[in-house]
């Protein structure tokens, strides 16, 4: 699952987000561009209560990422 925030989301921003993920057991990784910052969440993705993430202050959007088959 890609974590996309807004332009010029905060740090406090990022922050609860990356909260949110260790406080329900998920891994992340961080890549932040000159615009964007893009949270790559590792784990079971299944299991994350999307709606509850797209209403954090600094979303911009979701992706999941579909599953091999």
Not at 26 to 51: C, K, M, P, W, Y
């Amino acid at each position: 699952m890609l974590i996309i925030m807004k332009k010029g989301a905060t740090e406090g921003q990022l922050r609860r987000i990356k909260q949110y993920l260790v406080e329900h057991d998920f891994d992340f990784h961080q890549s932040t561009g000159a615009n964007r910052t893009i949270i790559g969440v590792i784990g079971e993705t299944e299991l994350i209560d999307r709606v509850e993430i797209e209403r954090l202050d600094g979303v911009h959007v979701i992706y999941k990422i579909p599953e091999e088959t």
